[in-house]
Every structure is written in C-alpha cells, then in structure tokens.
C-alpha cells in the first residue's frame, strides 16, 4: 500500500474561512505493468489524469498534462483560461517528446479548483474523458462530470440503459482527451461552497471496480480522507484491480464569521 496522508489547507474569504483537508493515492493495480495514471493535490487544484497509448505514450501523457499544470498553480493563476493555456503547452510538450510513437498518445483530466477570486466563492468542475468527479452532499452522492466516451453517447441517445453500459465491449473508448488530435478543452461546472461537502476524484481505474453504492459505502465509514483513500483501493484492489487506480477524497469545511 502507498504511503496516504491527510493534508489540511486553510484560506480565509470574505465572511469566514475555507478549511480543506484530502488525500490522494495513486497505484499500478493488480494486472497493469506500469502505472500511466498522475495526479495533482496543490491548493486550489485538485486533478487526476489517466494516461493511454501505449506501455510509455500514457505515462508520458498525463506526467506532461500533470506537470504543466502545476506550474500553472506554481504561477498563481488557476481559471479556465490558464487551464487552457495550460493543456495546449501539455500537448506540445507530448508531441515534443522523443518516446512518442503512438498516434492514440493522450490522457483524461478531471478535477475540481477553488476560485476565491469572486464572492462568493466557488468551485470550478473541469473533465475531458472518463475520470469523474464525485461530490457527496447531503447524504447523496452525485456524479458531477459526464463521462466523454462511447458507451455515455449511447445512454444519453437511449441506445443503451447504465446497466448495459457497466460491461459494454467500447467501455474503454472515450471520445475527448488531451493529446496531439484533441481540442483540448474541458467542460467545466461550477459549485457552490457547502460546509460538509466531499469530493471524490478518480480514474476509471476505480469506477470499473466499485459502484457508486460503494465508493459511498467508503466515504460513510471513514471520516479522515487518507481513511476513506485507502479504503476504497484496498477494495479495487480486492475486486480485481483490473486498471491504474487514483483516488483524491477532498473534504470541504465552512466557518463563516
């Protein structure tokens, strides 16, 4: 298992305090030979990419994807139009690179970032691919993004019910990513700030091993991130491991003075 630490960051807004506390894990899995997945915890960026294209095209994807937005965040800008800047420099970077032979060289990207520039403040959503962003709140977990690939334009078309989908032959085909033929432009939505909200980042390499019934399950009985992180890839793990898992819990505190 992975070393798994809860990390806390605070930031005072207008009328009270923010505290954020996450954890973040990353792992090969059980059937993969290396792990293409990267993930990215730096305030106010919370993201997870999921690499594809070959045994080193995936790795190179996301680790170029992952490293240049944390320059992004190194720089102090973080809004849609920096992501953007971003993710264009990430796919020049990958076409750049000198171990880049295949032409299905890409990476996912989703995950959440705070905005306190405005007031209120607020969470921004951003997704290209299959990594979701899950937010428990009230006692319900949503799926916030919508997942880019086959099998998600033939549920939303009515040619194919979610149950089908679980298991459908083109559940690996996503239809956006970040990489040489790619727009390179997310969807984004925005949140508003809850005192006890929970997000749950991750690639596929869990969802393909955990319900939403599960990675709920896990949240209930662990109240400390690194808990609930490790908790909920002990059960991929157990149930196949079939993928690269990465898994960031962000938990969200509100005080208002």
């Known amino acids: 298992m992975p070393d798994v630490t809860t990390h806390t960051h605070s930031v005072r807004v207008s009328d009270g305090t923010i505290d954020l506390s996450w954890a973040e894990v990353t792992d090969t899995?059980?059937?993969?030979?290396?792990?293409?997945?990267?993930?990215?915890?730096?305030?106010?960026?919370?993201?997870?990419?999921?690499?594809?294209?070959?045994?080193?095209?995936?790795e190179i994807a996301s680790t170029s994807?992952?490293?240049?937005?944390?320059?992004?965040?190194?720089d102090?800008?973080?809004?849609?139009?920096?992501?953007?800047?971003?993710?264009?420099?990430?796919?020049?970077?990958?076409?750049?690179?000198?171990?880049?032979?295949?032409?299905?060289t890409g990476t996912t990207l989703t995950g959440v970032f705070?905005?306190?520039?405005?007031?209120?403040?607020?969470?921004?959503?951003?997704?290209?691919?299959?990594?979701?962003?899950?937010?428990?709140?009230?006692?319900?977990?949503?799926q916030i993004t919508t997942d880019h690939s086959v099998v998600q334009?033939?549920?939303?078309?009515?040619?194919?019910?979610?149950?089908?989908?679980?298991?459908?032959?083109?559940?690996?085909?996503?239809t956006r990513a970040v990489g040489p033929s790619e727009n390179a432009k997310p969807d984004y939505v925005r949140l508003d700030v809850v005192d006890?909200?929970?997000?749950?980042?991750?690639?596929?390499?869990?969802?393909?091993?955990?319900?939403?019934y599960g990675i709920r399950h896990f949240l209930d009985e662990n109240v400390d991130p690194a808990d609930a992180v490790r908790a909920m890839l002990d059960a991929a793990l157990e149930n196949g491991?079939?993928?690269n898992i990465t898994i960031v819990v962000l938990d969200v505190h509100r005080a208002r003075s």
């Open 196 to 212: 006890g909200d929970r997000f749950v980042i991750c690639s596929d390499g869990l969802t393909k091993e955990l319900t939403d």
């Open 241 to 243: 491991g079939r993928d």
């Open 153 to 174: 334009e033939l549920v939303a078309a009515g040619r194919l019910s979610p149950e089908e989908a679980e298991n459908h032959p083109y559940g690996n085909v996503i």
């Open 114 to 142: 705070l905005d306190t520039t405005q007031h209120p403040p607020h969470w921004v959503t951003l997704n290209i691919g299959d990594s979701r962003v899950y937010l428990l709140r009230d006692d319900d977990l949503t």
């Open 65 to 74: 994807t992952v490293d240049r937005l944390r320059a992004m965040v190194e």
């Open 29 to 58: 899995g059980r059937r993969r030979e290396a792990n293409q997945d990267a993930v990215l915890t730096s305030f106010p960026l919370f993201v997870v990419a999921d690499g594809m294209g070959g045994h080193i095209g995936g």
């Open 76 to 104: 102090g800008t973080v809004t849609p139009k920096a992501i953007e800047k971003a993710l264009v420099r990430a796919v020049k970077d990958i076409v750049a690179h000198p171990e880049t032979t295949d032409e299905g």
